[in-house]
């Protein structure tokens, strides 16, 4: 089981980027799913999570500017990413996991299976 994340880069404020998330070994629709992110000197952040029966969760600083979403059949997940702002800046990570599959408290935040970051820095 591998996750592989993509799609980061450097932007500048107003700007939008979508980052993807590779799934090798299992598919989304069977997962609790989500994007995480991390900047220096803070704590990790659920950014968005979304549970098998549809739950969606998104963090209050992101309201309104990101979309989850999947593709089964591409095995990929989505983060769309609009409006950025230099508060986005950050290493942002998908995870997964196959047990909590109905989890409707937000992020997950021991999630079974993460991907290595991609970076997205936004510039003011």
């Known amino acids: 089981v591998q996750l592989q994340a993509s799609g980061g880069g450097l932007v500048q404020a107003g700007g939008s980027l979508r980052l993807s998330c590779a799934a090798s070994?299992?598919?989304?629709?069977?997962?609790?799913i989500g994007w995480f992110r991390q900047a220096p000197g803070k704590e990790r952040e659920g950014v968005s999570c979304s549970s098998v029966d549809g739950y969606t969760y998104y963090a209050d600083s992101v309201k309104g500017r990101f979309t989850l979403s999947s593709d089964n059949a591409k095995k990929t997940l989505y983060l769309q990413m609009n409006n950025l702002q230099p508060e986005d800046t950050a290493v942002y990570y998908c995870?997964?996991?196959?047990?909590?599959?109905?989890?409707?408290?937000?992020?997950?935040?021991?999630?079974?299976?993460w991907g290595k970051g991609t970076q997205v820095t936004v510039s003011s």
């Open positions: 995870a997964a996991d196959s047990l909590l599959k109905y989890y409707t408290e937000g992020c997950y935040y021991g999630m079974e299976f």
């Open positions: 070994g299992f598919t989304f629709d069977d997962h609790t």
